[in-house]
């Protein structure tokens, strides 16, 4: 198979030569080169880039705000409460971005790690370590009698 592909080649008259602009009337491509007399299309530099004729080009149609929002943008693995309190009704103490993987909570761990959220309501007291806590979620966990440690 490998010794095929180093010997294929073109078929008979796939590959055609350039026409050469510019070598004399009798070469059919001579004097002005296929581009015409006058006007914006003769002249050197021209080129049809984002002219759509009458409609409205692309470039004016999209939205011009929030151009950069994905390049820097830091991606956490997001948790609620109510998630942790499933799993500490299941018998877990501790809380973190692997025991959430392995329960299948998490699909795939964000670069940045792991943040918790305040939605739902937690009412055992749980250890959890994380990224990053919303105020009102650190502050439910520490109500519940649990622990919060940032990593």
């Known amino acids: 198979m490998a ?18 602009k510019g070598r004399g009337i009798a070469t059919g491509a001579g004097k002005t080169c296929g581009r015409g007399h006058r006007g914006q299309k003769c002249r050197s530099g021209w080129a049809k880039t984002f002219k759509e ?3 409205t080009p692309l470039y004016r149609r999209l939205p011009k705000r ?20 499933e799993l500490a009704e299941k ?28 939605s739902g309501k937690l009412s055992k007291a749980v ?13 439910a966990i520490e109500k519940a009698g649990g622990k919060v440690i940032e990593v």
């Open 127 to 139: 250890t959890v370590k994380a990224n990053l806590f919303s105020a009102s979620a650190k502050e």
């Open 66 to 85: 929030q151009v950069n929002t994905r390049v820097n943008r830091k991606e956490y693995s997001i948790v609620n409460l109510d998630v942790i309190q």
């Open 91 to 118: 018998g877990l103490a501790e809380i973190n971005l692997v025991i959430l993987e392995q329960n299948g909570v998490i699909k795939k761990a964000q670069p940045y790690g792991l943040k918790i959220l305040a």
């Open 53 to 55: 004729g009458g409609q």
């Open 3 to 20: 010794d095929n592909m180093k010997n294929l080649e073109s078929a008979e008259g796939a590959i055609k030569s350039k026409d050469r």
